[in-house]
């Protein structure tokens, strides 16, 4: 709430500040915007930029390290025997310290009041001394700006050369996000492969995340190797394009090649109302109608399926990636120029003749381009799996047992409690880090087949 | 013996063809046939999946109710007479539903009738009750007539999913409780409206008190943390890249890295938000604003790519026009580009709000998933969002979640639906030929 009336105040003071520099420079001319090196607006634009992007960088400073000051300050002022305790300790007196405070009582443990009343106190003024010191950087910066106007000052330039730079610094924020992906990732991972030695992670072939809490626990033993998953998130995948590879690729060839562009018009915003379900709706969807309705026809058939088998997941999940197929491989095929198809024509081959043995293989980059990013999707894909596959890692190439996958993996690493150290969390981060790489390996041959492989037709 | 060779002749070349025809005409029509094939299953999928959706959705909307005539007896519920308030919210409400129902049904002694009767109503009849006498405490020492919600197996059992038919320990629903429950219809004490719970109520472990509000402000605070963040700083770099960028290797490292990051599956956005924004910079667990945080990064590219198409088919001569007038790059591109180019940003800015309001995965990793009972009132409260909450409900196991799930399901796809109608609609009005 303050937070929003100190907004709100900020973004008033700023307001201000525009107008007085705009004053400014209007009354050391003497009203004559002629003798202003530049409009008077861009004074009123200089002075309101110098009060207000220092004033959001400390804000924004402020913030990110309020919660590491606090607990530093804090922890900083228990009693002597409880602060040289490990690191994991006092976090978790802290914690303590915080959950008492957030719920209006002390702590239970009495060598905590003191630290506890600290801390209240610091998150009592940390709102108020945030706001004035925010105020006081505002008004000093604008006071800055409005000494600097004169009318010699070349305001439009200086405002221009700042936007530029807040622009600049925008584009870079998609670059800082893949690095903050690659660093986390591959920081947590390798914390990880100290654990477990890279090659049983990635070869070995038991799964079984649990480690022991007590010695003697039964099915605790806490083996990494990774193998079983993999083959099963590729077991989906392979079931996945087996459904969406065949229908989408089919279907951009009949709304390419043979339907009226009327029927076409409306086919094409129907089948990519597909990709628009969110995926916790598909999981749904397998989960209460595909997973049973193929347990039951596998039934009747005398087979054995799992009632949460890798056939029903990957099929709904191939239904997902249908229209991404379907649209770029439409794409590639609209890109095969005219005369081509002339050319076949008038050599008097049918339409399904020239579209097999002329146009698909002259779409054909981009039609492998589109499945190899149907594949990522699919390797990708959270919800579907989580809902509907198995959380058991068995290595088998059978659609009808249940599998488990990378991404089921991560999730049920990471939801619920535990800390943050433990071998398991950490492998969610090293299955995450191979996710990423595979995907990414799979985007960049994507993109690099359709261009290398593109045949220029002008 | 010379051979010449014996060149057909043309009718020859034509019966060849001729006979070749009928099998080139059946492989056409084949052909075609497996295309349209290929369409109808892509449909029929659609259809089943709506369908299904529909049909376990739609009774959600409306609910069972009970009518019963409490004694809102004083001795109860406010020994003292003094109507003081916090004496008032901590009488035993429940009993007095319990008498009440005893009421309706002298005849029941044993304990174990007791138990199935009281199952008859919804345990948050106390709570309804209670907040009636709450706010008019002039209702104690009165008999209230009370419209109350049923439990959920007796308004699954109105809603026909519970048949008696089944044998008697098959189902959820005792015969004792159903010759209750037509007693109750017999004395008009039973009717079917509209479920208004399901709209403004929090989260709920009892499917008939169960609602999306909670879900659905968490999904609105997210959604306004993505907006705020995510448009201002898609539509800068898109300017950047599109009007001022030099051509270079830096240029070019971003271009790829946006086309790259588009692809990165959604959960790995829910990792680096785990990572870096709980536990790197300490942010609270379950918070919108973290939510808001993680997604506004994963719909940014998308963003990007459409605010950089939309200015590039801004026409030359409008940037010449304005250049040659003697504007300045910036004054050109906030002037008269940027205008041009709003409505296609828009409509890409809607389109990716749209794929986040649907992600569930990264928000599952920052802890958006906790049974949260209370309505957030600011992005740094605990909360969940709508696709978050369909999962959660996914899993319940009473039969009445499911109803409950699809009713949700549908509330999430009428909001995508609205939203992509107005990317189109917006995209229509303003779309222009140069």
Same mark, same amino acid.
């Given at each position: ?21 705009r004053?400014?420079a209007l ?7 002629k003798?202003?090196?530049?409009l008077?607006r ?8 110098w009060?207000?992007? !220092? ?31 490990p @690191? ?9 310290i915080r ?11 009495p060598?905590?009041?003191d ?11 940390a ?21 600097l ?7 439009r ?5 700042? =936007? ?12 800082? $996000? $893949? ?7 591959l920081?947590e991972?390798?914390r990880f492969?100290q654990?477990? !030695? ?5 070869f ?6 649990? $480690?022991?809490i007590?010695? @003697? ?9 990774a ?15 087996a459904v ?14 043979y ?19 969110p $995926?916790v709706?598909?999981?749904f ?7 049973p ?7 009747l ?9 890798a056939?029903?997941?990957?099929? =709904?999940m191939?239904?997902m ?15 095969? /120029?005219?005369s081509l198809r ?11 003749e ?11 980059p ?14 990708g894909?959270t ?10 890692a068995?290595l088998?190439?059978?659609?009808? *047992?249940?599998?488990t ?5 991560i999730?049920?690493?990471? %939801?619920g ?23 990414l ?18 | 013996? %010379? ?9 020859d070349?034509?019966q ?5 025809l009928?099998?080139r ?15 109808g299953?892509a449909?029929?999928?659609?259809g ?6 529909i049909a ?14 409490v ?11 003094n109507?003081? /308030? ?5 009488? @035993?409400?429940?009993?007095?539903i319990k ?8 005849? =029941?002694k ?18 309804d009750?209670r ?11 009165q008999?209230v007539?009370l +419209? ?13 999913y ?7 320990? *098959?189902?959820?629903?005792?015969d004792?409780q ?8 017999e004395?008009?004490r039973?009717?079917t409206g ?9 989260d709920s ?11 659905a ?5 997210t959604?306004?943390?993505?907006l705020?963040?995510?448009?201002p700083?898609?539509v ?11 051509k270079n290797?830096?240029?070019?490292i971003i ?6 990051l ?5 959960? =790995?956005f829910?990792?680096?938000g785990?990572a870096v ?6 942010? !609270?667990?379950s918070?919108?604003l973290?939510?808001?945080?993680v997604?506004?990064?994963m ?13 590039k ?8 026009g304005?250049?040659?007038?003697g ?5 050109m ?8 180019a709003? /409505? ?6 809607i389109i ?7 992600? %569930?995965?990264p928000?599952l990793?920052i ?9 957030p ?6 909360a969940?969002?709508l696709?978050?909450?369909i999962?959660? +409900?996914?899993d319940?196991?009473?039969r009445?979640?499911?109803?409950? %799930?699809?009713?949700?399901t549908?509330?999430l ?11 189109v609609?917006l ?7 140069w």
């Amino acid at each position: 709430m303050l937070l929003l009336v100190l907004t709100i105040v900020l973004l008033a003071l700023t307001a201000a500040g525009f107008r007085i520099g705009r004053g400014r420079a209007l009354a050391l001319v003497g009203g004559r915007p002629k003798d202003l090196s530049a409009l008077p607006r861009y004074y009123g634009w200089y002075v309101a930029l110098w009060g207000f992007l !220092p004033t959001i960088a400390v804000v924004a400073l402020w913030l990110a390290l309020q919660p590491t000051m606090i607990e530093t300050l804090v922890i900083g002022g228990l009693p002597d025997e409880l602060r040289s305790l490990p @690191d994991s300790q006092t976090g978790l007196i802290y914690n303590d310290i915080r959950n008492a405070i957030a719920v209006g009582r002390l702590p239970d443990d009495p060598r905590l009041a003191d630290a506890a009343a600290h801390y209240a106190s610091l998150i009592g003024r940390a709102p108020l001394v945030l706001s004035a010191l925010s105020v006081a950087i505002l008004l000093a910066g604008a006071g800055i700006g409005l000494r600097l106007v004169t009318p010699q000052l070349r305001a439009r330039s200086r405002v221009e050369k700042i =936007v530029r730079g807040l622009l600049l610094v925008s584009s870079t924020i998609a670059v800082i $996000t $893949t690095i903050g992906i690659v660093l986390s990732l591959l920081f947590e991972a390798l914390r990880f492969f100290q654990l477990v !030695p890279i090659t049983e992670f990635l070869f070995g072939p038991k799964w079984s995340p649990q $480690t022991a809490i007590r010695s @003697d626990q039964v099915g605790s033993s806490g083996a990494f190797g990774a193998g079983p998953v993999f083959a099963g998130t590729m077991l989906i995948s392979v079931i996945a394009m087996a459904v969406a590879a065949p229908v989408g690729l089919l279907s951009a060839i009949y709304m390419a090649e043979y339907a009226a562009p009327r029927v076409r018009a409306v086919l094409k915003p129907l089948l990519e109302i597909l990709a628009g379900i969110p $995926t916790v709706v598909y999981g749904f969807f397998a989960a209460l109608t595909v997973a049973p309705l193929v347990r039951e026809t596998g039934g009747l058939l005398g087979l054995d399926v799992a009632s949460e088998s890798a056939l029903a997941a990957g099929a =709904v999940m191939g239904v997902m990636i249908i229209p991404f197929v379907s649209s770029l491989s439409d794409d590639a095929i609209a890109a095969v /120029p005219n005369s081509l198809r002339e050319g076949s024509y008038g050599l008097g081959a049918t339409q399904s003749e020239t579209i097999r043995s002329v146009i698909l293989p002259a779409a054909l980059p981009g039609i492998v381009g589109g499945l190899l990013l149907g594949v990522s999707r699919a390797i990708g894909e959270t919800m579907i799996v989580v809902m509907a596959a198995g959380l058991a890692a068995n290595l088998t190439a059978n659609p009808f *047992e249940a599998v488990t996958t990378v991404t089921v993996q991560i999730v049920t690493l990471l %939801t619920g409690d535990q800390e943050f150290d433990s071998a398991k969390t950490l492998a969610a981060f090293a299955l995450g880090l191979m996710l990423f790489l595979v995907t990414l390996t799979l985007n960049i041959v994507a993109l690099y087949v359709v261009r290398r492989y593109r045949e220029e037709y002008d | 013996m %010379t051979d010449t060779p014996v060149s057909p002749s043309r009718s020859d070349t034509a019966q060849a063809v001729k006979a070749g025809l009928r099998r080139r005409y059946a492989a056409e029509r084949r052909f075609k046939a497996y295309g349209i094939a290929a369409i109808g299953v892509a449909l029929l999928m659609l259809g089943i999946l709506f369908g299904t959706i529909i049909a376990n959705g739609w009774s959600a909307f409306r609910q069972t109710y009970v009518q019963i005539d409490v004694l809102v007896d004083a001795a109860e519920i406010d020994p003292d007479g003094n109507r003081d /308030p916090k004496i008032l919210s901590r009488g @035993d409400y429940e009993k007095l539903i319990k008498l009440s129902l005893r009421e309706i049904f002298p005849d =029941v002694k044993k304990r174990k009738e007791k138990r199935e009767l009281y199952d008859l109503v919804s345990s948050g009849a106390a709570f309804d009750l209670r907040d009636d006498v709450m706010a008019d405490p002039s209702l104690v020492g009165q008999t209230v007539s009370l +419209w109350v919600p049923a439990s959920d197996d007796i308004d699954m059992f109105m809603k026909g999913y519970i048949s008696a038919e089944v044998a008697e320990d *098959e189902r959820r629903v005792s015969d004792k409780q159903i010759a209750r429950i037509e007693s109750l219809r017999e004395q008009g004490r039973i009717s079917t409206g509209f479920n208004l719970r399901f709209f403004t109520g929090g989260d709920s472990r009892e499917p008939e008190l169960a609602g999306i509000a909670g879900a659905a402000l968490g999904t609105l605070w997210t959604m306004l943390v993505v907006l705020a963040l995510a448009f201002p700083l898609g539509v800068m770099s898109a300017v950047y890249l599109e009007e001022f960028a030099p051509k270079n290797r830096w240029t070019d490292i971003i271009e790829v890295n946006i086309n790259n990051l588009a692809a990165v599956p959604s959960i =790995v956005f829910g990792l680096l938000g785990l990572a870096v924004f709980l536990n790197f910079f300490g942010m !609270p667990r379950s918070a919108p604003l973290v939510g808001g945080l993680v997604l506004a990064l994963m719909t940014l590219p998308t963003i990007i790519i459409a605010g950089r198409a939309a200015l590039k088919a801004v026409p030359p001569s409008i940037r010449e026009g304005a250049l040659g007038l003697g504007a300045s790059r910036m004054q050109m591109v906030v002037g008269n580009v940027l205008p041009l180019a709003m /409505p296609g940003m828009l409509t890409g800015a809607i389109i990716g709000m749209a794929r986040a309001l649907g992600e %569930t995965a990264p928000l599952l990793m920052i802890g958006m998933v906790a049974f949260i009972v209370d309505l957030p009132k600011n992005p740094l409260d605990a909360a969940t969002v709508l696709p978050v909450q369909i999962f959660l +409900w996914a899993d319940s196991p009473e039969r009445a979640f499911v109803e409950r %799930t699809s009713a949700a399901t549908i509330v999430l796809l009428v909001f995508l639906i609205l939203m992509n109608l107005g990317a189109v609609l917006l995209r229509k009005k303003f779309e222009r030929r140069w």
